[in-house]
Structures are given as structure tokens and as C-alpha cells.
């Protein structure tokens, strides 16, 4: 950025050194694009409910956005799902009664750290 930083078209200024960032937890969560946007959706990003992740619509920024979209965000979601599946076939994972407290960490949502979970090996090993 420039010494004296950067002014736009509609004359907004952005002084030099200052940090810029989209606010993507509310970007998400917007009740005007998502039915239900405080409530877990396991199917949110799923094309009409198949299994092809859907991250190009620009409300997804997770992998970013346009020109500066990430270049492996098909490897990396490919292995996501290798992983995901590789759990749920060889472990048995135990619900917790209770769900664990997060924290609230400026824009990140923190697991409670202390807390534990059952997970036992299945035959499928």
C-alpha cells in the first residue's frame, strides 16, 4: 500500500498500516442468504443436496474469492472428504450428552479444550 494509503472512489480512506478484513463469521451467518443461518446445516454448501461442494457462489470464503481464490481448494476438499470418510469407517465415535461451552476469540469460535470424547477403533481397520 502507498506511504499515504489508499483512497477509493467513493472517498472512503484507508490510512497506511491499517488492517482491512471481511467480516465472513456474519458473512455467513446472514439470515438474508441462508434459511436458518444460526442453525448447523450439514447440507448448506451441497449443490441441491448432492455431494459436490458448492464454494463458488461469494458468500463461501473459505478458499477466498475470484482472482485470489485458492488454487488447491479442489485438492484440499478432496481430502477432506478422504479423511471424513476414513474416520466414520474405521472409528466409532460416542455423542456427548452435553454439547462442550466454545469460546469467543474476536471472529473465532474456540472448542472447549478440555473436554474429551470417546473413540474406539472399529472391525473395518
Known amino acids: 500500500m502507498a ?3 489508499c ?3 467513493n472517498g472512503d480512506h484507508v490510512p497506511f498500516g491499517f488492517t482491512v478484513t471481511v467480516p465472513a463469521y456474519a458473512l455467513q451467518r446472514d439470515k438474508e442468504i ?3 443461518a444460526e442453525t ?3 447440507t448448506r454448501y451441497l449443490k441441491d443436496g448432492n455431494s459436490k461442494l458448492v464454494n ?3 458468500h463461501f470464503l473459505s478458499f477466498g474469492l475470484g482472482a485470489h481464490t485458492c488454487p488447491g481448494r479442489s485438492i484440499a ?3 477432506i472428504k478422504l479423511m471424513l470418510a476414513e474416520i466414520l469407517l474405521k472409528y466409532k465415535i460416542q455423542p456427548l450428552r ?3 461451552r466454545s469460546s469467543v476469540w ?3 469460535i474456540i472448542p472447549d479444550t478440555k473436554a474429551t470424547i470417546l473413540v474406539r477403533a472399529t472391525s473395518a481397520r
Do not use: M, Q
Request: proline share 8%.
Open 3 to 5: 506511504p499515504d494509503g
Open 7 to 9: 483512497t477509493f472512489s
Open 34 to 36: 441462508f434459511d436458518a
Open 40 to 42: 448447523f446445516n450439514v
Open 56 to 58: 463458488e457462489r461469494d
Open 77 to 79: 476438499l478432496t481430502v
Open 98 to 100: 452435553v454439547r462442550p
Open 106 to 108: 474476536g471472529n473465532y
